[in-house]
């Protein structure tokens, strides 16, 4: 097991082994970005940049952590709740999803397209549920959350299997978006939002056991995903001016 230093308003202390300084983190007795160090290391780094002491979705649980994986290649950096990103991750994949439904019913079925507004974006929701799961189960992750690097892991760091990823999206459509109903939606986002904030994780990934982690986003990224919105809204201008 490692030997660690850390560092207190500058005073360097230890060394203490993994669990304990784990245990201190999780406690909240030392903040997560915490300056550690072990033999080996280049340099010192922030704790919840590393998989033994971060909320990584790669660590197993605290018992059956190797300190000598690497999970997927994959390291969290910066902050890991980031409610906002998460927003738009979603609010992106769902233009894509709507982007490529709305294509197919209009070449196969294009009265369908002529039916209430309503009924047709709760069609996009709920099928969305499926599509969604299908990604998640197999990449871990999804078109824009790809974007916005971010992953979706289980508490052994394996990838959702579908029905997992089903039963998160089922609730994220329910308790996250409030199935689309305008008032509802809004206040169900807030909520979660809220819960997100404050303890950190979301009510439907701490009852599935699933752990969301993020990496610092690149400015070429947040364009990738700014051009998505673009051209969506281009495509239904463009739509209506052929009507």
């Known amino acids: 097991m490692s030997i660690w230093h850390y560092a207190v308003k500058g005073d360097k202390r230890g060394p203490v082994s993994t669990e304990e300084l784990r245990r201190q983190i999780e406690s909240g007795i030392l903040p997560a970005d915490t300056k550690v160090w072990s033999e080996g ?9 590393l998989p033994q002491f971060s909320a990584s979705p790669y660590a197993a649980p605290a018992s059956d952590i190797n300190d000598d994986v690497i999970w997927d290649n994959y390291t ?35 009265e369908w397209l002529d039916e209430n507004d309503t009924g047709l974006g709760m069609a996009l929701l709920v099928s969305n549920l499926f599509a969604e799961s299908l990604m998640l189960s197999i990449w871990g992750t999804t078109p824009a959350k790809w974007i916005l690097v971010m992953r979706l892991r289980d508490h052994r760091g394996k990838k959702l299997s579908y029905g997992a990823a089903l039963r998160r999206s089922f609730h994220v459509l329910v308790r996250g ?31 599935g056991g699933i752990t969301v982690s993020h990496q610092t986003i690149p400015w070429w990224r947040w364009l990738l995903l700014f051009s998505i919105f673009i051209g969506f809204v281009s495509l239904v201008v463009a739509g209506n001016s052929v009507e």
């Open 41 to 49: 290391m280049p340099d010192w780094r922030e704790a919840s940049s």
């Open 76 to 110: 969290p950096s910066g902050p890991q709740v980031r409610p906002w990103v998460r927003f738009w991750a979603r609010s992106a994949d769902l233009v894509v999803w709507a982007t490529i439904v709305s294509v197919m019913v209009g070449l196969l079925f294009p």
């Open 177 to 207: 978006q409030g199935l689309g109903i305008p008032l509802i939606s809004l206040i169900t986002h807030i909520v979660a939002c809220n819960n997100l904030s404050n303890h950190g994780i979301t009510t439907w990934d701490r009852d």
